[in-house]
């Protein structure tokens, strides 16, 4: 494993070109040192301006694909969880159509899905909902998400390559991604791709032209990472997790984890640009507490908490794209207005995050980030969903710790209520069997059963509390 090479906030600066002492107005017209670009006459779709439905002032900021020369949206859809009818888990594909029209009027170009995302369907949905329009004012990035052991041979994998094509209605992929390297180690990785020639057949498909720009997400074992960048291959891009707080404490907060420093450095240094997911750790980062919220809004009163986890991940020149799934009108506004021109975090708001960051990474959370990839539970637990709750009580210091606490019965009704509210009682911890069938599929690898039986006994024990 190559030596980490960390790098202070002083350094994030110099990434961004700037002084220590640089003003917002500077940091504002570093848009060259960026290679931040907007769009123009030329790139307004069906007619439509970026201001031609919001008052927002204006546009959208772009990134240069350093390798094929496009002109990349700095926010990237994330189509992992799109709105589903009421009730159901099925996919309401009127609403993605008026999600993907709204983001298409509005400058976004870049969308992630795959196959893993609902057995198909986000492929599916995402190609009825984006196929009307040319096909050289989008970009599509799917992946090779053959993690099962019977999708793993040459001719399932290629049959999941072939699908995902159908599903997304195109003859050519823009982003293609060996999904999630790193799960499972380096015999995982060999079984998935190189024993089975899936890696060379993919390398050859980038040559005939079907596959544009080649590259792989990154989650768990940092030995494949680092493998993967040692070998004679050009990868185009690579899609790691970054937020302000995975920046330095990704490992505190798991050991099993990657900063995110050392990651986005290794790429830099071989001019391999970065896609960020997770650009607000699960959705925590747009739900930090009132303590630490308020010293964000006392900064911007007018922003949301999540705009500054969106402006951080922006605000790093080798960045291509930052993903966020935007399952509601509203999220899909706020991200749009955010990006409309990115507006670079500047040093002292660096310096206020990384002390969030450091604050934050100390709570006793479960590093869940709600990908849902441990789902479905074959005894039909929602695993995100109490991990959510338990890490919501945690942020809000709402999670009963004090037996001597005068109100301690109090607090243990007020939270037990909450949770019987939050996740139906079949669906609740104290239903898990501990089978490990979880386990493999975690990115994060966290040790969901005992996580669970964590959980069980701790209600087990405020509810004899109100006996």
């Given at each position: 494993?190559?030596?980490?090479?960390?790098?202070?906030?002083?350094?994030?600066?110099?990434?961004?070109?700037?002084?220590?002492?640089?003003?917002?107005?500077?940091?504002?017209?570093?848009?060259?040192?960026?290679?931040?670009?907007?769009?123009?006459?030329?790139?307004?779709?069906?007619?439509?301006?970026?201001?031609?439905?919001?008052?927002?002032?204006?546009?959208?900021?772009?990134?240069?694909?350093?390798?094929?020369?496009?002109?990349?949206?700095?926010?990237?859809?994330?189509?992992?969880?799109?709105?589903?009818?009421?009730?159901?888990?099925?996919?309401?594909?009127?609403?993605?159509?008026?999600?993907?029209?709204?983001?298409?009027?509005?400058?976004?170009?870049?969308?992630?899905?795959?196959?893993?995302?609902?057995?198909?369907?986000?492929?599916?949905?995402?190609?009825?909902?984006?196929?009307?329009?040319?096909?050289?004012?989008?970009?599509?990035?799917?992946?090779?998400?053959?993690?099962?052991?019977?999708?793993?041979?040459?001719?399932?994998?290629?049959?999941?390559?072939?699908?995902?094509?159908?599903?997304?209605?195109?003859?050519?992929?823009?982003?293609?991604?060996?999904?999630?390297?790193?799960?499972?180690?380096?015999?995982?990785?060999?079984?998935?791709?190189?024993?089975?020639?899936?890696?060379?057949?993919?390398?050859?498909?980038?040559?005939?032209?079907?596959?544009?720009?080649?590259?792989?997400?990154?989650?768990?074992?940092?030995?494949?990472?680092?493998?993967?960048?040692?070998q004679d291959i050009k990868w185009d891009f690579v899609q790691i997790e970054l937020n302000y707080v995975d920046w330095k404490y990704a490992k505190q907060m798991n050991p099993r984890n990657t900063d995110a420093e050392y990651l986005y450095n290794e790429l830099e240094k071989r001019g391999i640009?970065?896609?960020?997911?997770?650009?607000?750790?699960?959705?925590?980062?747009?739900?930090?507490?009132?303590?630490?919220?308020?010293?964000?809004?006392?900064?911007?009163?007018?922003?949301?908490?999540?705009?500054?986890?969106?402006?951080?991940?922006?605000?790093?020149?080798?960045?291509?794209t930052v993903l966020s799934g935007m399952t509601y009108m509203e999220h899909l506004q706020d991200n749009l207005h955010i990006y409309s021109p990115l507006d670079p975090c500047t040093s002292s708001e660096l310096s206020l995050l990384e002390n969030v960051a450091k604050i934050y990474s100390s709570y006793p959370m479960i590093p869940c980030t709600g990908c849902h990839y441990c789902m479905p539970c074959p005894f039909g637990l929602d695993i995100p969903a109490n991990f959510a709750y338990y890490n919501k009580c945690v942020n809000d210091g709402t999670l009963p710790t004090d037996p001597l606490s005068p109100n301690y019965k109090q607090q243990v009704r007020i939270f037990l209520d909450g949770y019987n509210r939050s996740v139906p009682e079949k669906k609740q911890a104290l239903n898990c069997a501990e089978c490990g069938n979880c386990l493999s599929h975690c990115p994060q690898h966290i040790q969901i059963p005992t996580q669970m039986k964590r959980l069980s006994n701790m209600m087990g024990e405020m509810k004899k509390v109100l006996v």
């Open positions: 494993m190559s030596k980490r090479k960390m790098i202070d906030r002083r350094i994030f600066l110099k990434k961004l070109g700037l002084g220590a002492l640089t003003t917002a107005a500077t940091l504002s017209a570093a848009g060259s040192l960026l290679s931040f670009t907007t769009m123009d006459e030329d790139d307004k779709l069906n007619g439509k301006s970026p201001r031609s439905v919001d008052d927002w002032t204006g546009s959208l900021t772009y990134r240069i694909n350093r390798h094929t020369g496009d002109k990349v949206s700095l926010l990237g859809y994330g189509c992992m969880r799109w709105p589903t009818k009421k009730g159901t888990d099925q996919i309401d594909q009127e609403k993605v159509n008026q999600l993907v029209d709204y983001a298409m009027a509005h400058g976004v170009n870049y969308y992630d899905t795959a196959p893993a995302y609902g057995d198909g369907a986000s492929e599916t949905a995402l190609g009825i909902a984006i196929h009307k329009y040319p096909r050289n004012k989008y970009c599509i990035a799917t992946k090779m998400s053959n993690f099962a052991p019977q999708d793993q041979s040459k001719e399932a994998s290629l049959a999941m390559y072939n699908a995902s094509k159908r599903r997304l209605q195109v003859d050519y992929i823009d982003y293609y991604l060996l999904h999630a390297i790193g799960m499972g180690g380096m015999d995982s990785f060999k079984a998935r791709f190189i024993n089975n020639g899936l890696l060379d057949f993919l390398l050859n498909e980038r040559k005939e032209g079907h596959i544009r720009n080649l590259g792989f997400s990154y989650h768990g074992d940092v030995e494949v990472f680092d493998y993967l960048l040692k640009q970065a896609i960020i997911m997770e650009p607000l750790l699960g959705g925590r980062l747009a739900k930090i507490n009132e303590h630490l919220g308020s010293r964000l809004k006392a900064q911007r009163p007018n922003d949301s908490i999540a705009s500054w986890a969106f402006r951080y991940a922006g605000s790093l020149p080798n960045v291509l």
